[in-house]
């Protein structure tokens, strides 16, 4: 008697039903129950047929930390409930994760599936794994925790790491980050692109400028804007400039005062250029332009350029909007203390990529000059905390959050029937430095219960996440 007669002579007699009767002298049995006992061993432990090839998925390996138990539970309960945590809440998180070096834990990963697949390059190689699981192998990222990248590697690792890795680079050998950026060029996308040509603002030369005149053809018209800037600003240049040639020819200079002659400038806007459209056309118009650029070309410094701006509103933002992009924070805190109170304003409509270059220093001193929680008037609707979080990035410094909680629209939340988002509380929180939470967590105390308890959570899990390898 063979396994293989069993199975071909009696198991799919058996599967078919043995209506005719079993062939048992083909197995030397004369019991049907005991050829049925011998089927069942057949089955017990005899092997399936293995496929001809495997798929064996590459092992997801990541040395970085575990966050603890206690912060676990906080962000599952933040981003896992019916009242999930806010985009503002969640980047905070993330960018605490990589200060304090931790990572997610794997078995929460599909507790977090919105959370982890909004950040999963910044969360590690688990989490990153985790959130393309179901696309092809062909289109899946590979995860370099940016100490492990080199000239070699770098073009493998997720966009924000690729262009956080040039721009180190491009501090220690210009030439050196230009060229691989060239290399690589062709097969980034247009987002990737942007972000690598922003890493290249820094350390501008001349032999920067045949790359950036490539540039003119990209697919992509903010890529080709940028690189207009960038050329435009570099020594001695002296070729075409459409956008400084518009500028000047809506920019009037004049001279008042009866004794002492004071240049005037006038910016006339283009009649089809609305109150609610005003901004968008000051940023897309004044945008490509530094500020040396246009005060040389109107024979002024740039100091003299914003006084003879003074009374044109609409001039001293676009001059705003430029030195922003200058990171002129000399200029800025010129034109916000002497001219524009609310030059906060002309940033409404953007976000943290308006101040992608700036380090949480500069951000802070830029957010301080801006925005001024000191000043700010009784009618300031609560959103311009909403907008400051989101420019700020970051953590506020401690005065300017004192500041914040005795500012007229913050004292206004405690009036009763006061109307407000709980995104609003939620912006409070992610710019509250570690000294102020107990201050903060007194004032929600205070407020609506059911807006206040996303904040609180996320101030209970930052104190967690910094007290983790304390």
Known sequence: MTVSALKTA????LLAGARDGLPLDTIGVTDPLQALALAAQVLRFDRPVYPARFHVEEAVTD????MPDAARKLLIRLFSGKNQGSAQLSSMIVRKL????????PFDLPKLEAFVKAHAQNLGAEALAFSEREKPAAQK????????LNDENWMLATPAIKAGYIGVRRATDREAARALVEVAWGTETADSRMRLLGALREHLSEADAPFLKSL?????????????????????????????????????????????????????LPATVRDHTKMAWLNETFGPIGLDTLAGALSLSVDAMVAAAEKQSDLLFALLLMATQDKRLDVVKTITERHLADGWASFISKDAEALADYDPDMRRAWIGHVFRPNSWESDTTPLIIRHMAELLSAEATDGMFSDLLISKPWLALRRENARYEADVLDSAAVMCPPAMRPALRAELAALDPAKIGNAVLFLDLMDSLETAHA
């Not at 990222?141 to 492990?148: I, K, M």
Request: glycine content about 4%; cysteine-free.
């Open 63 to 66: 040395s970085v930390a575990i």
């Open 216 to 268: 003119e053809k990209d697919r992509a018209l903010r890529i080709r804007a940028l690189a207009q800037r960038l050329l435009a600003k570099l020594p001695g240049f002296e070729g075409d400039n459409p956008a400084l040639r518009e500028v000047l020819a809506r920019i009037k200079v004049s001279k008042t005062g009866l004794v002492f002659k004071k240049t005037s400038l006038t910016l006339e």
């Open 10 to 13: 009696i198991l799919l007699k």
């Open 98 to 105: 990589a200060e304090r070096k931790l990572r997610p834990h």
């Open 141 to 148: 990222q590979n995860y370099f925790a940016p100490d492990r």
